[in-house]
C-alpha cells in the first residue's frame, strides 16, 4: 500500500493523505473548494466551488499520473442539495466525455468543512494494473 501526498496539491483540513493506492486502485480524498495558494478561502456560489473541488482533483490525479479517464468512481457531497444539485451536475459532467462518465453517487449533508457547499472524492484506476479496461 502506497501513502500519496502531491506536493503542490490542497492543504488537508486533516490529518490524511491525499490519495492511498493499493493493486493499481487509487482512493482520492474528498477536496474541498479552496486553493493550494488560499487553505480554507472559498469563492462563493455553487459553480465557483465546483470549479475550485475538481481543480484539486486535477491536480491530485495529475501528481499521481492520472486524469479524469482514471477515475472510474465519484462521491459528491452537497450540503443544499435541491439548491445546488443541477448546477453542480452541469459542470461535473463537462469534466468527463458523455460515453465514459464514472459511477457516481451524489448526497446532501449536513455539514462540511469551512462550510463547504461542495466535497467530492473519487476512485481511480492505474492504467496497466490489471483487468480488463
Partial sequence: MQFHMISNGPKPVAPFSHAVEHDGIVYITGQMPDSPEAPGVLPEG?????????????????????????????????TDFKRDYA????????????????????????????DALIEIDLVARRPGS???R
Fill in 87 to 114: 448546477a453542480m451536475n452541469d459542470l461535473y459532467a463537462s469534466y468527463f466525455p458523455a460515453d465514459r462518465r464514472p459511477a457516481r453517487t451524489c448526497v446532501g449533508v449536513t455539514g462540511l468543512a469551512y
Fill in 46 to 78: 455553487i459553480e465557483a466551488q465546483t470549479r475550485n473541488v475538481m481543480a484539486n482533483l486535477e491536480l491530485v490525479l495529475s501528481g499521481l499520473g492520472l486524469g479524469w479517464g482514471d477515475v472510474m468512481m465519484a462521491r459528491v457531497y452537497l
Fill in 130 to 132: 490489471g483487468g480488463a
